[in-house]
T-cell receptor, first 109, second 117 residues
Framework: LAKTTQPISMDSYEGQEVNITCSHN???????ITWYQQFPSQGPRFIIQ???TKVTNEVASLFIPADRKSSTLSLPRVSLSDTAVYYC??????????FGTGTRLTVIP | SAVISQKPSRDICQRGTSLTIQCQVD?????MFWYRQQPGQSLTLIAT?????????ESGFVIDKFPISRPNLTFSTLTVSNMSPEDSSIYLC??????????????FGPGTRLTVL
Protein backbone atom coordinates (compact mmCIF):
# COMPACT_ATOMS: atom_id res chain seq x y z
CA LEU A 1 0.00 0.00 0.00
CA ALA A 2 1.30 3.41 -0.92
CA LYS A 3 2.08 5.54 2.11
CA THR A 4 1.26 9.24 1.91
CA THR A 5 2.95 12.18 3.59
CA GLN A 6 1.34 15.59 3.97
CA PRO A 7 2.08 18.70 6.03
CA ILE A 8 0.34 18.51 9.39
CA SER A 9 -1.09 21.99 9.19
CA MET A 10 -1.27 25.12 7.06
CA ASP A 11 -2.60 28.62 7.57
CA SER A 12 -3.85 30.90 4.84
CA TYR A 13 -5.59 34.25 4.58
CA GLU A 14 -8.96 34.54 2.98
CA GLY A 15 -8.85 35.04 -0.76
CA GLN A 16 -5.50 33.37 -1.25
CA GLU A 17 -4.79 30.27 -3.26
CA VAL A 18 -3.78 27.30 -1.14
CA ASN A 19 -1.65 24.43 -2.38
CA ILE A 20 -1.35 21.27 -0.32
CA THR A 21 1.22 18.74 -1.48
CA CYS A 22 1.09 15.02 -0.79
CA SER A 23 4.04 12.69 -1.28
CA HIS A 24 3.40 9.11 -2.34
CA ASN A 25 6.69 7.66 -3.50
CA UNK A 26 5.43 4.07 -3.62
CA UNK A 27 2.40 4.71 -5.79
CA UNK A 28 1.50 1.71 -7.94
CA UNK A 29 0.67 1.76 -11.61
CA UNK A 30 -3.06 1.27 -11.08
CA UNK A 31 -3.40 3.65 -8.14
CA UNK A 32 -5.55 6.73 -8.24
CA ILE A 33 -5.03 9.80 -6.05
CA THR A 34 -8.09 10.94 -4.17
CA TRP A 35 -8.52 13.92 -1.87
CA TYR A 36 -11.13 14.21 0.85
CA GLN A 37 -12.22 17.12 3.01
CA GLN A 38 -13.46 16.74 6.56
CA PHE A 39 -15.20 19.38 8.64
CA PRO A 40 -15.52 18.96 12.41
CA SER A 41 -18.25 16.53 13.44
CA GLN A 42 -18.76 15.31 9.88
CA GLY A 43 -17.55 12.40 7.82
CA PRO A 44 -14.99 13.04 5.09
CA ARG A 45 -16.31 14.00 1.69
CA PHE A 46 -14.79 13.58 -1.74
CA ILE A 47 -13.13 16.63 -3.29
CA ILE A 48 -11.25 15.47 -6.37
CA GLN A 49 -9.55 12.47 -7.90
CA UNK A 50 -6.93 12.01 -10.58
CA UNK A 51 -4.52 9.60 -12.20
CA UNK A 52 -2.09 11.87 -13.97
CA THR A 53 -1.54 15.45 -15.21
CA LYS A 54 -4.22 17.88 -14.11
CA VAL A 55 -7.80 17.53 -13.03
CA THR A 56 -10.09 20.46 -12.29
CA ASN A 57 -13.61 20.63 -10.96
CA GLU A 58 -15.78 23.34 -9.48
CA VAL A 59 -14.08 23.05 -6.10
CA ALA A 60 -10.38 22.42 -6.69
CA SER A 61 -7.59 21.44 -9.04
CA LEU A 62 -5.28 18.48 -8.69
CA PHE A 63 -1.81 18.57 -10.21
CA ILE A 64 0.06 15.32 -10.69
CA PRO A 65 3.58 15.31 -12.16
CA ALA A 66 4.69 12.73 -14.68
CA ASP A 67 6.36 10.47 -12.12
CA ARG A 68 3.17 10.52 -9.97
CA LYS A 69 5.22 10.40 -6.77
CA SER A 70 3.45 13.46 -5.45
CA SER A 71 0.31 15.45 -6.03
CA THR A 72 -0.84 18.95 -5.18
CA LEU A 73 -4.35 19.95 -4.25
CA SER A 74 -5.02 23.56 -5.18
CA LEU A 75 -7.88 25.51 -3.62
CA PRO A 76 -8.46 28.85 -5.38
CA ARG A 77 -9.31 31.90 -3.28
CA VAL A 78 -10.10 30.14 -0.01
CA SER A 79 -12.77 31.37 2.35
CA LEU A 80 -13.33 30.79 6.06
CA SER A 81 -15.59 27.87 5.21
CA ASP A 82 -12.65 26.01 3.68
CA THR A 83 -11.17 25.53 7.15
CA ALA A 84 -11.03 21.76 7.42
CA VAL A 85 -8.74 18.74 7.37
CA TYR A 86 -7.69 17.56 3.92
CA TYR A 87 -6.66 13.95 3.32
CA CYS A 88 -4.77 12.49 0.41
CA UNK A 89 -5.38 8.81 -0.33
CA UNK A 90 -3.65 6.64 -2.89
CA UNK A 91 -4.94 3.31 -4.08
CA UNK A 92 -7.43 1.40 -6.15
CA UNK A 93 -10.77 0.19 -4.93
CA UNK A 94 -10.37 -1.69 -1.68
CA UNK A 95 -6.81 -0.43 -1.33
CA UNK A 96 -7.96 3.19 -1.24
CA UNK A 97 -9.16 3.01 2.35
CA UNK A 98 -6.24 4.12 4.47
CA PHE A 99 -6.12 7.67 5.69
CA GLY A 100 -2.88 9.40 6.59
CA THR A 101 -2.52 12.22 9.06
CA GLY A 102 -4.16 14.78 6.81
CA THR A 103 -3.47 18.51 6.60
CA ARG A 104 -5.35 20.83 8.89
CA LEU A 105 -6.01 24.02 6.93
CA THR A 106 -6.95 27.13 8.88
CA VAL A 107 -8.21 30.10 6.89
CA ILE A 108 -7.65 33.41 8.64
CA PRO A 109 -9.85 36.46 8.06
CA SER B 1 -23.62 8.76 -5.20
CA ALA B 2 -24.68 7.05 -1.98
CA VAL B 3 -26.38 8.68 0.99
CA ILE B 4 -25.63 7.15 4.36
CA SER B 5 -27.29 7.53 7.73
CA GLN B 6 -26.11 6.30 11.10
CA LYS B 7 -27.86 5.68 14.40
CA PRO B 8 -27.36 6.81 17.07
CA SER B 9 -25.66 10.09 16.26
CA ARG B 10 -24.15 10.11 19.73
CA ASP B 11 -24.31 8.20 22.97
CA ILE B 12 -22.83 8.19 26.43
CA CYS B 13 -22.29 4.74 27.86
CA GLN B 14 -21.01 3.12 31.00
CA ARG B 15 -17.90 1.00 30.91
CA GLY B 16 -18.50 -2.70 30.52
CA THR B 17 -21.62 -2.23 28.41
CA SER B 18 -22.02 -2.64 24.65
CA LEU B 19 -23.39 -0.34 21.97
CA THR B 20 -24.61 -1.28 18.51
CA ILE B 21 -24.29 1.33 15.77
CA GLN B 22 -26.46 1.09 12.69
CA CYS B 23 -25.52 2.18 9.18
CA GLN B 24 -28.13 2.49 6.43
CA VAL B 25 -27.39 3.21 2.77
CA ASP B 26 -29.93 4.45 0.24
CA UNK B 27 -28.69 2.09 -2.47
CA UNK B 28 -27.33 -1.43 -2.70
CA UNK B 29 -23.58 -1.60 -2.26
CA UNK B 30 -21.21 -4.50 -2.12
CA UNK B 31 -18.67 -3.22 0.34
CA MET B 32 -19.22 -1.30 3.53
CA PHE B 33 -16.49 -0.11 5.84
CA TRP B 34 -16.25 0.84 9.49
CA TYR B 35 -13.78 3.42 10.77
CA ARG B 36 -12.84 4.83 14.12
CA GLN B 37 -11.67 8.41 14.57
CA GLN B 38 -10.30 9.31 17.96
CA PRO B 39 -10.35 12.96 19.03
CA GLY B 40 -8.02 15.05 16.90
CA GLN B 41 -6.81 12.03 14.97
CA SER B 42 -7.17 10.64 11.49
CA LEU B 43 -9.49 7.81 10.53
CA THR B 44 -8.49 4.21 11.25
CA LEU B 45 -10.11 1.39 9.34
CA ILE B 46 -11.65 -1.19 11.65
CA ALA B 47 -13.08 -3.68 9.18
CA THR B 48 -14.61 -4.31 5.80
CA UNK B 49 -18.08 -5.82 5.69
CA UNK B 50 -19.31 -7.66 2.63
CA UNK B 51 -22.80 -9.04 2.47
CA UNK B 52 -22.93 -12.79 2.92
CA UNK B 53 -19.46 -13.23 4.37
CA UNK B 54 -17.56 -12.62 7.58
CA UNK B 55 -16.15 -9.16 8.04
CA UNK B 56 -12.44 -8.68 7.45
CA UNK B 57 -10.71 -6.96 10.35
CA GLU B 58 -7.62 -4.79 10.23
CA SER B 59 -4.65 -5.31 12.49
CA GLY B 60 -5.47 -4.36 16.05
CA PHE B 61 -9.19 -5.01 15.76
CA VAL B 62 -10.90 -8.30 16.58
CA ILE B 63 -14.36 -9.70 16.06
CA ASP B 64 -15.01 -10.30 19.76
CA LYS B 65 -14.56 -6.60 20.49
CA PHE B 66 -16.18 -5.22 17.32
CA PRO B 67 -18.70 -7.73 15.96
CA ILE B 68 -20.17 -6.66 12.64
CA SER B 69 -23.34 -7.73 10.88
CA ARG B 70 -24.15 -7.27 7.21
CA PRO B 71 -27.58 -8.81 6.66
CA ASN B 72 -28.24 -7.20 3.27
CA LEU B 73 -26.79 -4.84 0.69
CA THR B 74 -28.05 -1.64 2.34
CA PHE B 75 -27.43 -2.17 6.04
CA SER B 76 -24.69 -2.98 8.53
CA THR B 77 -24.15 -2.80 12.27
CA LEU B 78 -21.02 -2.42 14.35
CA THR B 79 -21.09 -3.36 18.02
CA VAL B 80 -18.55 -1.96 20.43
CA SER B 81 -18.41 -4.59 23.16
CA ASN B 82 -17.39 -4.40 26.79
CA MET B 83 -16.60 -0.73 26.42
CA SER B 84 -13.88 1.16 28.22
CA PRO B 85 -13.08 4.89 28.16
CA GLU B 86 -10.44 4.17 25.50
CA ASP B 87 -13.27 3.30 23.11
CA SER B 88 -14.51 6.88 23.19
CA SER B 89 -14.34 7.91 19.56
CA ILE B 90 -16.34 8.78 16.52
CA TYR B 91 -17.34 5.69 14.58
CA LEU B 92 -18.03 6.15 10.89
CA CYS B 93 -19.34 3.85 8.24
CA UNK B 94 -18.64 4.30 4.57
CA UNK B 95 -19.39 2.66 1.26
CA UNK B 96 -17.53 2.50 -1.98
CA UNK B 97 -19.46 3.66 -5.00
CA UNK B 98 -19.04 5.35 -8.34
CA UNK B 99 -18.97 9.09 -7.92
CA UNK B 100 -17.58 12.07 -9.78
CA UNK B 101 -14.11 10.64 -10.26
CA UNK B 102 -12.86 8.02 -12.70
CA UNK B 103 -12.33 5.53 -9.92
CA UNK B 104 -14.68 4.65 -7.11
CA UNK B 105 -14.79 6.91 -4.10
CA UNK B 106 -15.99 6.54 -0.55
CA UNK B 107 -19.14 8.07 0.82
CA PHE B 108 -19.25 8.49 4.56
CA GLY B 109 -22.00 8.59 7.09
CA PRO B 110 -22.19 11.45 9.59
CA GLY B 111 -20.58 9.36 12.33
CA THR B 112 -21.57 8.21 15.81
CA ARG B 113 -19.91 10.03 18.66
CA LEU B 114 -19.39 7.61 21.53
CA THR B 115 -18.35 8.63 25.02
CA VAL B 116 -17.59 5.91 27.55
CA LEU B 117 -17.56 6.89 31.21
Amino acid sequence: LAKTTQPISMDSYEGQEVNITCSHNNIATNDYITWYQQFPSQGPRFIIQGYKTKVTNEVASLFIPADRKSSTLSLPRVSLSDTAVYYCLVGTGANNLFFGTGTRLTVIP
Amino acid sequence: SAVISQKPSRDICQRGTSLTIQCQVDSQVTMMFWYRQQPGQSLTLIATANQGSEATYESGFVIDKFPISRPNLTFSTLTVSNMSPEDSSIYLCSVEDQGAGENNEQFFGPGTRLTVL
